[in-house]
């Protein structure tokens, strides 16, 4: 999204704010948001969630306002826009804008680019006040940004009581979806002094077209426990290479991507695990995380989390060194909570593999076994939402 | 010998004292609707479902408007721990994520009973809650049931 265009949003979010103390939270319109920092380091040279490098990163923080606007009684207008800064750069971004129409709501259509639903966290991405780490579980945000945030084309959702205190919640969705833009390290030549590889990084985005898919989800509110999955086929695969036109992706003509959840809240505590999978032709993506959490009265908690993922290539196929297609972590936060709407957060990860942290020109470093397998990551952070 | 069994009864009296005070308690909280809405009596599905916005109109077909009252006014922790059986932060965070996946907005906040009481007033489809011993001109109780 261009700046101009956020700038817009931004000026219609804050004539609404400036109408009133109450109108945050009116009944035909509503003005929320979210943000955070952190300070992020780790002790080799490989760099980790886009925020962490061995030198220290300080210069990654984000913010998000999202509007909702209720022109009828059955008509939502849904925006959030998003402006960040990390280890991509400055980043400027609509995360979603779509109408919804809530025929009741056991159906709801939804029109527009809209959030995917996709595992626990994909349509609450960067909201840090809803969980225990600063970061996702790498798998939604990782170097290989598999989890698209949101798809443009057409949806239905709905939630249906079953009995006194189940429910089932559904989705389906169909139209394009844009994947995190990534970057590839590729050799472009040899110093002729030194005969070391020179390489050359190349910024490209992947288009998935004719995208269906759907979500159910069974829950129980009132016991905390919520279990679920989503699925979702491109059935075209498409490269952008930096500012170009779109072209056919080496690795796949299509792709599915599959996601179990399994969530309990209950009190001070809270356990989650989710598994994810990504079918391509010559490659599968897939990781699973467990985390839990608990609170030590209004302000403290504590929370750890296991993570483990790798890259499933043909057999006889080794494009992708060994230590680039593994990661595994193990994630320790302390968090003390101001206020449910504040969080300060200090997190540590120890990590082997090289798929989620590493460092530039992971490939070559990986063939040439210079690669560190090994990364140890503290994350000091806060994050806040209104 | 003879005053011992007195002083058991005494003994067992006290004991039993704070549950029959805690059993003439209510639950710290009154359901009230505008006096127009006939609904007989809410069960405790019900109401959570209302507040949840998963029950979007009455049997009469006006739409339910739910209000909400501050997340740390008591009132509201005994409302959410009976009706939700979460407290009020966990039912704030489950409402954040609602907002940002752009599934729903909250119901609005009110800051007082007098405030709950005035809107459900006005308003025909509203639904709230105060506390036990609010005025309630103008509105009618709903009995509830677990």
């Given at each position: 999204?261009?700046?101009?265009?956020?700038?817009?949003?931004?000026?219609?979010?804050?004539?609404?704010?400036?109408?009133?103390?109450?109108?945050?939270?009116?009944?035909?319109?509503?003005?929320?948001?979210?943000?955070?920092?952190?300070?992020?380091?780790?002790?080799?040279?490989n760099?980790?969630?886009?925020?962490?490098?061995?030198?220290?990163d300080?210069?990654?923080?984000?913010?998000?306002?999202?509007?909702?606007?209720?022109?009828l009684?059955?008509?939502?207008?849904?925006?959030?826009?998003?402006?960040?800064?990390?280890?991509?750069?400055?980043?400027?971004?609509?995360d979603?804008?779509?109408a919804?129409?809530a025929?009741?709501?056991?159906?709801?259509?939804?029109?527009?680019?809209?959030?995917?639903?996709?595992?626990?966290?994909?349509?609450?991405?960067?909201?840090?006040?809803?969980?225990?780490?600063?970061?996702?579980?790498?798998?939604?945000?990782?170097?290989?940004?598999?989890?698209?945030?949101?798809?443009?084309?057409?949806?239905?959702?709905?939630?249906?009581?079953?009995g006194?205190?189940?429910?089932?919640?559904?989705?389906?969705?169909?139209?394009?979806?844009?994947?995190?833009?990534?970057?590839?390290?590729?050799?472009?030549?040899?110093?002729?002094?030194?005969?070391?590889?020179?390489?050359?990084?190349?910024?490209s985005?992947?288009?998935?077209?004719?995208?269906?898919?759907?979500r159910?989800?069974?829950?129980?509110?009132?016991?905390?426990?919520?279990?679920?999955?989503?699925?979702?086929?491109?059935?075209?695969?498409k490269?952008?290479?930096g500012?170009?036109?779109?072209?056919?992706?080496?690795?796949?003509?299509?792709?599915?991507?599959?996601?179990?959840?399994?969530?309990?809240?209950?009190?001070?505590?809270?356990?989650?695990?989710?598994?994810?999978?990504?079918?391509?032709?010559?490659?599968?993506?897939?990781?699973?995380?467990?985390?839990?959490?608990?609170?030590?009265?209004?302000?403290?908690?504590?929370?750890?989390?296991?993570?483990?993922?790798?890259?499933?290539?043909?057999?006889g196929?080794e494009?992708?060194?060994?230590?680039?297609?593994?990661?595994?972590?193990?994630?320790?936060?302390?968090?003390?909570?101001?206020?449910?709407?504040?969080?300060?957060?200090?997190?540590?990860?120890a990590?082997?593999?090289?798929?989620?942290?590493?460092?530039?020109?992971?490939?070559?470093?990986?063939a040439?076994?210079?690669?560190e397998?090994?990364?140890?990551?503290?994350?000091?952070?806060?994050?806040?939402?209104? | 010998?003879?005053?011992l069994?007195?002083?058991?009864?005494?003994?067992?009296?006290?004991?039993?004292l704070?549950?029959?005070?805690?059993?003439?308690?209510?639950?710290?909280?009154?359901?009230?609707?505008?006096?127009?809405n006939?609904?007989?009596?809410?069960?405790?599905?019900?109401?959570?479902?209302?507040?949840?916005?998963?029950?979007?109109?009455?049997?009469?077909?006006?739409?339910?408007?739910?209000?909400?009252?501050?997340?740390?006014?008591?009132?509201?922790?005994?409302?959410?721990?009976?009706?939700?059986?979460?407290?009020?932060?966990?039912?704030?965070?489950?409402?954040?994520?609602?907002?940002?996946?752009?599934r729903?907005?909250?119901?609005?906040?009110?800051?007082?009973?007098?405030?709950?009481v005035?809107?459900?007033?006005?308003?025909?489809g509203?639904?709230?809650?105060?506390?036990?011993?609010a005025?309630?001109?103008?509105?009618?109780?709903?009995?509830?049931?677990?």
């Amino acid at each position: 999204m261009r700046p101009t265009s956020i700038r817009a949003l931004l000026s219609v979010a804050l004539v609404i704010a400036a109408g009133g103390a109450g109108a945050q939270e009116s009944q035909r319109y509503s003005l929320q948001g979210f943000g955070g920092w952190t300070y992020a380091k780790t002790d080799v040279d490989n760099d980790f969630g886009y925020v962490a490098s061995e030198d220290g990163d300080w210069n990654n923080y984000y913010f998000a306002l999202n509007v909702a606007a209720r022109p009828l009684e059955k008509l939502q207008v849904r925006a959030q826009a998003f402006w960040g800064q990390d280890q991509r750069g400055e980043r400027t971004r609509l995360d979603y804008v779509f109408a919804q129409w809530a025929q009741s709501p056991e159906f709801k259509l939804r029109v527009g680019k809209a959030p995917v639903p996709f595992g626990i966290y994909s349509e609450v991405y960067d909201v840090g006040t809803v969980r225990p780490f600063y970061l996702l579980p790498q798998f939604y945000e990782g170097p290989l940004g598999l989890i698209p945030k949101a798809y443009a084309g057409v949806g239905v959702t709905g939630v249906r009581a079953l009995g006194e205190e189940w429910e089932l919640q559904y989705d389906a969705f169909g139209g394009e979806i844009r994947f995190e833009p990534f970057s590839t390290d590729l050799v472009s030549g040899f110093d002729p002094s030194t005969g070391m590889p020179q390489v050359r990084t190349i910024d490209s985005q992947l288009v998935g077209r004719e995208m269906v898919g759907g979500r159910l989800l069974l829950a129980a509110p009132s016991k905390g426990i919520d279990v679920g999955g989503t699925v979702f086929h491109a059935g075209e695969i498409k490269q952008r290479i930096g500012d170009g036109e779109l072209g056919p992706y080496s690795v796949t003509e299509s792709a599915t991507f599959v996601n179990a959840r399994v969530q309990y809240q209950k009190g001070s505590f809270a356990a989650r695990a989710e598994f994810f999978e990504a079918f391509a032709r010559d490659a599968d993506v897939r990781d699973f995380y467990v985390e839990g959490s608990y609170k030590l009265g209004p302000h403290w908690q504590l929370a750890a989390q296991y993570e483990k993922g790798d890259i499933l290539l043909n057999p006889g196929d080794e494009s992708v060194p060994a230590p680039i297609r593994e990661h595994e972590s193990f994630g320790l936060a302390l968090n003390y909570w101001v206020s449910p709407e504040f969080v300060l957060k200090l997190n540590a990860y120890a990590i082997d593999g090289n798929m989620i942290a590493r460092p530039t020109a992971a490939g070559l470093r990986a063939a040439l076994g210079t690669i560190e397998g090994s990364t140890q990551v503290v994350v000091l952070g806060a994050q806040f939402s209104f | 010998m003879r005053r011992l069994p007195v002083a058991v009864l005494a003994l067992a009296a006290l004991a039993a004292l704070p549950a029959a005070t805690a059993a003439s308690q209510g639950p710290g909280y009154r359901v009230v609707v505008h006096p127009q809405n006939t609904t007989p009596s809410l069960s405790r599905s019900e109401l959570t479902r209302l507040f949840m916005k998963k029950i979007t109109a009455w049997p009469d077909g006006k739409t339910v408007v739910p209000v909400d009252q501050e997340r740390v006014a008591p009132v509201r922790q005994a409302f959410s721990s009976a009706v939700h059986m979460k407290d009020s932060d966990a039912v704030a965070a489950h409402w954040q994520v609602l907002v940002f996946s752009g599934r729903d907005t909250p119901p609005r906040t009110l800051r007082s009973d007098d405030e709950v009481v005035a809107f459900v007033r006005e308003n025909p489809g509203a639904v709230g809650y105060v506390s036990e011993g609010a005025s309630l001109a103008g509105v009618r109780v709903v009995p509830t049931s677990k």
